[in-house]
Structures are given as C-alpha cells and as structure tokens.
C-alpha cells in the first residue's frame, strides 16, 4: 500500500537558517504530492502541491521538487522565520474522483527561535 | 473563501457516553473526511464519503460510525466513548476532480474522555 516517511522531529532552527524536511514515499502507478501545514491550535492548510514528476510546488518561501527516481519530495526553505513554527505534513495522493485519499506522513515540528 | 467548520473546538465527554462531531463545507464538495490526529501518529482516516448516504471504512474505522444525510454535512459518531478516543479529530473535505486537488481542513475538535 501506499505510505510516507518524513524527518522525525522536533527540529529547531535559528531564525534565517536553511530548512531541509525530507520526504519519502511508496506508491503505485503516479500520485500526486502534497505539504501540509498546521500552525498551532489550527486545522491544516495546503502549503504546496506537484502533480507529476520534476513538478516543483513553490509558496511562501518554501519549495519542493517531486522527484520520482528518488520517490522524494524534500521541503526546503533558504531562510526561516518564526512564524515558519508549525507541524508539517507531506502526504501523497493515490488517484482521482470519488476514491481520492490522502496518505499522509507522521508530521515533523519545527520550532524557529529569534 | 473555503470553508470548513467544526461544531465544537473542544469537548470532554465521559467513558460510554454516545458522542456527535459535526462537520459542515461551504464548497459543494462531494468527498468529506473525518481524520484522528495523535502524536507521533500523524493523521489517520477514520471513514470518508463520496456521497450523501455514502460512505467507506477508512484505516481505523473501529469504534466510530459516520452519517452524511446532507452534501454539506458530515457527522462522526462515537457510540460508546472510550479514553482510548481521547485526540483531536480534524474533518476535510475535496471536490470529485482528477487527481491534485487539494483537501480543504476544518480547525480541529480536541476530544478528551474521562
């Protein structure tokens, strides 16, 4: 079945310093990858999305590239701020229509002191 | 803007008691969710549904049933509350579209049974 492996955390980071999330994934046939992003007391919201291999998903400062020979799909981020605190999620997206689900990975927190 | 609402942020129930999680969109969207979240657990799906009166056994659906009598509306039952049911519990929902679309997230219920 499907799933996904992403860094355990906590990981903490001074502010401005360079942000790597690794992520990982099995899959069958060609899913769609997703960060999510959950800022404490909240829901989770989309931070970025790729769809097919070599896509790279970009918002607010932070990237990633879905890369199917590695089957990764990293998060980056070249600065971080405090406000950049939050759980992050990596999920993966099986298929369309009305069988669509999300497998998602364990969450890594990030805390970034100033 | 999308939304997604959860009736109540926080709750605590007692062993036994029969427990109602609400969950309304305002997108029209087919797919709904209800998801647990737990430490160190990541999100697990508890059912989904892809229709109004249908619905689908998600990874840990022992212990939970679901009812959707209204497109808009997706509730999760609780029959008989356990402490092992204690976590906060997180609806989504999702258009019936081709793969990439994103799952939209309510802010979260925090179940605490004594």
């Known amino acids: 079945g499907n799933s996904v492996t992403q860094t355990e955390g906590p990981v903490t980071l001074s502010e401005e310093a360079f942000l790597t999330i690794n992520c990982t994934y099995t899959?069958?046939?060609?899913?769609?990858l997703f960060w999510y992003v959950q800022y404490p007391g909240e829901g989770l919201q989309l931070l970025l999305k790729a769809t097919k291999a070599d896509d790279k998903g970009s918002n607010k400062g932070f990237e990633a590239t879905y890369r199917k020979e590695t089957t990764s799909f990293h998060l980056e981020k070249g600065s971080v701020q405090v406000s950049d605190s939050a759980v992050y999620f990596c999920?993966?997206?099986?298929?369309?229509?009305?069988?669509?689900?999300?497998?998602f990975g364990k969450g890594t927190l990030l805390t970034v002191n100033p | 803007d999308v939304k997604v609402t959860q009736s109540s942020r926080y709750l605590v129930k007692r062993t036994g008691e029969k427990v109602f999680l609400e969950c309304v969109q305002d997108?029209?969207?087919?797919?709904m969710f209800w998801y647990r979240q737990d430490p160190g657990l990541g999100l697990r799906l508890i059912y989904f549904s892809y229709d109004v009166k249908m619905k689908e056994k998600g990874d840990i659906p022992e212990g939970y049933s679901v009812s959707r009598e209204k497109k808009e509306r997706f509730s999760l039952i609780l029959e008989s509350a356990s402490t092992n049911q204690t976590s906060m519990y997180l609806c989504?929902?999702?258009?019936?579209?081709?793969?990439?679309?994103?799952?939209?997230f309510g802010p979260g219920t925090r179940l605490l049974v004594l």
């Open positions: 999920a993966l997206g099986n298929s369309g229509g009305s069988n669509y689900k999300l497998t």
């Open positions: 899959a069958t046939g060609y899913p769609s």
């Open positions: 989504a929902s999702h258009p019936l579209a081709p793969k990439g679309e994103t799952q939209y």
């Open positions: 997108m029209d969207h087919e797919n």
